[in-house]
């Protein structure tokens, strides 16, 4: 089974940025899509990003433009870059298996953005 494990969050002011890490215990990249999740308080889980295993990548219309996924396969890991943060940006923070997401997930990493 594999595990993924994401960190980087962390308390930023609106305008920052954060770099989201995830690491997968095996190499799956070249055989699923990895997606970035976020569950903010009270609403449901949902998908902002995600990168295929061909490269490509896909955002929905809140994070266009300030949240970049990136990938690096020799270290195992998939990058979200968010910038510009605003308020409803905050949420816990996780990758999975994208669009189907596997059942199991990992702890997330807390984002806050506030003044």
């Known amino acids: 089974q594999v595990q993924l494990a994401e960190s980087g969050g962390g308390l930023v002011q609106p305008g920052g940025s954060l770099r989201l890490s995830c690491a997968a215990s095996?190499?799956?990249?070249?055989?699923?899509?990895i997606g970035w999740y976020r569950q903010a308080p009270g609403k449901q889980r949902e998908l902002v990003a995600f990168?295929?295993?061909?490269?490509?990548?896909n955002y929905v219309d809140s994070a266009k433009g300030r949240f970049t996924i990136s990938r690096d396969s020799a270290q195992n890991t998939v990058y979200l870059q968010v910038n510009s943060l605003k308020p409803e940006d905050t949420a816990v923070y996780y990758c999975?298996?994208?669009?189907?997401?596997?059942?199991?997930w990992g702890q997330g990493t807390q984002v806050t953005v506030s003044s």
């Open positions: 990168i295929m295993p061909g490269g490509s990548t």
């Open positions: 999975n298996v994208a669009p189907t997401p596997f059942d199991s």
């Open positions: 095996k190499r799956i990249f070249s055989i699923y899509a």
